[in-house]
């Protein structure tokens, strides 16, 4: 996917200024995103070697890895990884600040 198809791809999901994205349809949008660019692997067979045991190492090695990958490509992982990231904080926040005022409901 190039850079234009992605930038097409975000505000044809969440309009020009992300005024329609919220924590739910995020989520929704990068896991259709994930399994598109895993479709074509999805009956091949997964070989998991993974050295890394922590989650700090899983997230150094990532950073390392996209800044030897091809421009609009490390460009699509870090936004779509920085997009996650802000929309979950603020899922949290939410459920915090919304917790209060529903109680414990169950």
């Given at each position: 996917?190039?850079?234009?198809?992605?930038?097409?791809?975000?505000?044809?999901?969440?309009?020009?200024?992300?005024?329609?994205?919220?924590?739910?349809?995020?989520?929704?949008?990068?896991?259709?995103?994930?399994?598109?660019?895993?479709?074509?692997?999805?009956?091949?067979?997964?070989?998991?070697?993974?050295?890394?045991?922590?989650?700090?190492?899983?997230?150094?090695?990532?950073?390392?890895?996209?800044?030897?990958?091809?421009?609009?490509?490390?460009?699509?992982?870090?936004w779509t990884m920085a997009f996650e990231l802000a929309f979950s904080m603020l899922e949290?926040?939410?459920?915090?600040?919304?917790?209060?005022?529903?109680?414990?409901?169950?």
């Open positions: 996917m190039t850079i234009e198809e992605f930038r097409a791809a975000i505000k044809r999901e969440f309009g020009n200024n992300l005024e329609h994205a919220t924590p739910a349809n995020v989520r929704h949008f990068l896991d259709e995103m994930s399994m598109r660019v895993l479709q074509d692997r999805l009956f091949q067979r997964f070989e998991l070697s993974e050295s890394k045991t922590t989650y700090e190492e899983i997230l150094r090695d990532f950073f390392v890895r996209v800044l030897d990958r091809p421009k609009d490509e490390a460009v699509i992982l870090l949290v926040d939410l459920a915090e600040r919304l917790g209060g005022l529903f109680g414990d409901m169950e």
